[in-house]
């Protein structure tokens, strides 16, 4: 099993930052790719960024790329988001996941929910404009 809660979400205005955090429990994570997802109000679940095991590959939804980054510290369990420039558009509940199909570090990393084994409560971020 594996626990993964996530913390730093808050209200923030447009154009500004916010670092989001994910501890990992009852497994080592160091091993396996880890993603960030978001929920907005009346939409469906979206891929925001994943990041391999070693940290060398990572992968950014179009609509982030450039503003947020996705990093991890595996001595730790954790892994950041990084998110700046936060629009108003960028509100939602963000929610960090744990893919426990073991890759080679440079392996395409997963978009979809679905290929995913552990999800986090989700943190709320929401940015005023």
């Known amino acids: 099993q594996v626990q993964l809660g996530e913390s730093g979400g808050g209200l923030v205005q447009a154009g500004g930052s916010l670092r989001l955090s994910c501890a990992a429990s009852g497994r080592a994570l160091k091993n396996y790719a880890m993603g960030w997802f978001r929920q907005a109000p009346g939409k469906e679940r979206e891929f925001v960024a994943a990041?391999?095991?070693?940290?060398?590959?990572?992968h950014y939804s179009d609509s982030v790329k450039g503003r947020f980054t996705i990093s991890r510290d595996n001595a730790k369990n954790m892994v950041y988001l990084q998110m700046n420039s936060l629009k108003p558009e960028d509100t939602a509940v963000y929610y960090c996941?744990?893919?426990?199909?073991?890759?080679?570090?440079?392996?395409?990393?997963?978009?979809?929910?679905?290929?995913?084994?552990?999800w986090g409560q989700g943190t709320q971020v929401t940015v005023s404009s």
């Open positions: 990041i391999s095991w070693s940290g060398d590959n990572t």
């Open positions: 996941a744990a893919d426990l199909v073991l890759k080679p570090p440079l392996a395409p990393l997963a978009t979809r929910g679905g290929a995913y084994d552990y």
